[in-house]
């Protein structure tokens, strides 16, 4: 460990100073596009900003609080899913109240009827912990109007100042946010393009992403927000439009998010040595970053995306509709939980294609391009009898995905085995009910069937299922089929080619046995629960293993997960 006197065993901060060319010190301010240094000491956002909003700040100044009998609550930025009692689950936002502090990764808190345990980085404190009533009660008759009229006045002006709170806190952290990325490309990015010998570019683009960009896209953010900003009365503050004005800009997150958890796995490779241990440390004491580990740094542009819905949520509780700024307010609350949503629907769907991958190199004799060439999401799967011009007919199992249905055909012994038989290109077809009876194309009776034409060619395939529902729910979900691809073309979803490489690589190395001790998508397999001494005699032991279920969403995803995968569970020859 590096020693508080400022010597480590390995890395001296002398030997991480930042010397050019001229011999000079090298000023540890970066530069804005307009030339001027950032506005901002980090002395001066802890004196603006409130204890318990500063990172690091929370514990003490929320035990201080329960001590002193008041309440705290902090809402969910992430969906928690547990199936352990030790630990309380929630939905993002949820609303918890923080009954003990104590330990800096793990809080107790009350959600609904059950008190449990709860990671710390997955909640914001509320801003406006105690609510006015709207209407006062203790007003008993009406010859007390005077007194009602001064309380609503009063009420008022506890709205204005709850405004003026969510305002401050907006401006608050934003200041603090940009001190944070300034110190991660400064501290930690440039340290470690030094030292080739310890790093590749490969391995600092998958640690780092693209936090340079954000660092440069949230700068322009700030200076524009400070316009907007009304420092003498805050509460006037108009800042929906610049939401609005770089909500397009916000996408950039939808990279970093994504690429976050190969990072988190790529630096706990590196942690394992002392060296980079002890080099992390010096870059954050020669930086002068508060006490937070490079893990906990970049993990802020994550929580900081998932925060903004929030904020401005609570924004807009405390905004009139007579307020110049509400419209604007309400507008920006929608695009920024739509950013959150898209993000969302970017990790969903790169998990897909990693189960996708999975699932193509276990059927046999496959032939052509990969499902991923086209392909990023199963939207329905099941058995249908397929029948030719000649009346043959076939009992075959189908996947449909975005652009293309793929179907197979199951082993006549090993029902779990699957053989490629072919594909169809859904961009040119269409959808026709087939009523029961003959059908006058292929002249032979059916039921239960339906259609699928091409437009262009107008050739005919004609399937028929088992049950009326059957039918309905693949007719169902062929629409479904066309109006995804549209949605994804309309929200720009794409998946890089890099990244479909990269799930099929990892499909035909787990599928050949190469990876071990790891799961079928890559991701470590978190350790199971030790056991602690607990920190108070009423509670459960602490709980030890990190939190894996975060997910980058604060709204209802627009599409529910598939519920289709446990077919390819069913049918893999190499069950896990």
């Known amino acids: 460990m590096v020693a508080r006197g400022g010597m480590a065993r390995f890395w001296s901060l002398e030997s991480l100073q930042m010397v050019p060319a001229d011999g000079g010190t090298e000023s540890s301010a970066l530069v804005d596009d307009n030339g001027s240094e950032e506005d901002y000491s980090y002395e001066e956002l802890c004196q603006a900003t409130p204890r318990y909003l500063q990172p690091g700040g929370e514990q003490l100044a929320i035990n201080e609080l329960i001590s002193d009998g008041s309440i705290v609550y902090a809402e969910a930025l992430w969906d928690h899913v547990t199936m352990d009692d030790q630990e309380l689950g929630f939905k993002a936002g949820d609303?918890?109240?923080?009954?003990?502090?104590?330990?800096?990764?793990?809080?107790?808190?009350?959600?609904?009827?059950?008190?449990?345990?709860?990671?710390?980085?997955?909640?914001?404190?509320?801003?406006?912990?105690?609510?006015?009533?709207?209407?006062?009660?203790?007003?008993?008759?009406?010859?007390?109007?005077?007194?009602?009229?001064?309380?609503?006045?009063?009420?008022?002006?506890?709205?204005?100042?709850?405004?003026?709170?969510?305002?401050?806190?907006?401006?608050?952290?934003?200041?603090?946010?940009?001190?944070?990325?300034?110190?991660?490309?400064?501290?930690?990015?440039?340290?470690?393009?030094?030292?080739?010998?310890?790093?590749?570019?490969?391995?600092?683009?998958?640690?780092?992403?693209?936090?340079?960009?954000?660092?440069?896209?949230?700068?322009?953010?700030?200076?524009?927000?400070?316009?907007?900003?009304?420092?003498?009365?805050?509460?006037?503050?108009?800042?929906?439009?610049?939401?609005?004005?770089?909500?397009?800009?916000?996408?950039?997150?939808?990279?970093?998010?994504?690429?976050?958890?190969?990072?988190?796995?790529?630096?706990?490779?590196?942690?394992?040595?002392?060296?980079?241990?002890?080099?992390?440390?010096?870059?954050?004491?020669?930086?002068?970053?508060?006490?937070?580990?490079?893990?906990?740094?970049?993990?802020?542009?994550?929580?900081?995306?998932?925060?903004?819905?929030?904020?401005?949520?609570?924004?807009l509780k405390y905004t009139t509709q007579e307020h110049s700024d509400y419209n604007n307010i309400k507008a920006a609350y929608e695009a920024m939980k739509n950013v959150a949503c898209l993000i969302n629907e970017r990790k969903r769907r790169l998990e897909s294609?990693?189960?996708?991958?999975?699932?193509?190199?276990?059927?046999?004799?496959?032939?052509?391009?990969?499902?991923?060439?086209?392909?990023?999401?199963?939207?329905?799967?099941?058995?249908?009898?397929?029948?030719?011009?000649?009346?043959?007919?076939?009992?075959?199992?189908?996947?449909?995905?975005?652009h293309q249905l793929v179907f197979c055909k199951k082993d006549l012994l090993r029902r779990d085995i699957l053989y490629y038989k072919d594909r169809i290109d859904m961009d040119e077809m269409e959808i026709v009910d087939t009523e029961d009876g003959r059908d006058k194309d292929f002249n032979i009776n059916v039921k239960n069937a339906f259609k699928i034409i091409n437009r262009a060619t107008e050739e005919i395939h004609l399937f028929c299922a088992k049950k009326q529902e059957d039918k309905k729910r693949w007719m169902e979900a062929c629409e479904s089929e066309r109006r995804r691809v549209q949605e994804d073309k309309e929200m720009g979803m794409e998946i890089s080619e890099n990244q479909k490489k990269q799930a099929m690589q990892n499909a035909r190395k787990s599928r050949h046995g190469k990876i071990k001790g790891v799961s079928y998508n890559g991701c470590p397999v978190p350790p199971p629960h030790q056991s602690l001494h607990p920190i108070h005699q009423r509670h459960i032991t602490v709980p030890t293993s990190i939190p894996q279920q975060q997910v980058f969403a604060l709204a209802e995803p627009k599409r529910k997960p598939s519920l289709f995968w446990h077919t390819f569970n069913k049918l893999t020859p190499f069950k896990k």
């Not at 994550?302 to 924004?315: D, F, G, H, R, S």
């Not at 190199?361 to 000649?390: C, F, M, N």
Request: negative net charge; aromatic residues 10%; charged residues 30%.
């Open 353 to 402: 294609i990693d189960k996708i991958a999975c699932w193509q190199v276990s059927i046999v004799d496959w032939e052509g391009p990969d499902v991923l060439a086209r392909s990023s999401e199963l939207i329905h799967s099941g058995e249908l009898t397929k029948i030719s011009k000649q009346g043959k007919s076939q009992q075959r199992t189908f996947f449909l995905f975005d």
């Open 95 to 315: 609303v918890i109240r923080v009954l003990e502090a104590s330990n800096k990764d793990w809080w107790w808190g009350r959600n609904e009827d059950k008190e449990a345990w709860f990671p710390a980085s997955f909640v914001r404190l509320r801003v406006n912990q105690e609510e006015v009533p709207e209407n006062c009660s203790s007003i008993q008759d009406e010859e007390q109007d005077a007194d009602s009229s001064k309380h609503r006045q009063k009420i008022a002006e506890n709205k204005d100042q709850m405004r003026t709170n969510v305002i401050q806190e907006i401006m608050n952290t934003e200041r603090v946010y940009i001190k944070h990325l300034k110190d991660i490309c400064e501290g930690y990015i440039r340290q470690c393009r030094k030292h080739t010998g310890m790093f590749t570019a490969a391995q600092l683009s998958t640690i780092f992403g693209n936090i340079e960009d954000i660092y440069k896209f949230q700068r322009k953010f700030l200076k524009d927000l400070e316009k907007q900003y009304n420092k003498e009365e805050p509460h006037l503050s108009e800042i929906g439009s610049c939401f609005l004005q770089h909500q397009e800009g916000f996408a950039i997150y939808s990279e970093y998010c994504n690429n976050h958890p190969g990072a988190c796995i790529e630096l706990s490779k590196l942690m394992k040595q002392g060296k980079y241990r002890h080099f992390f440390e010096a870059c954050r004491l020669l930086q002068q970053m508060i006490d937070i580990a490079i893990d906990g740094f970049l993990l802020t542009p994550v929580q900081k995306i998932c925060k903004y819905p929030l904020q401005l949520a609570e924004l």
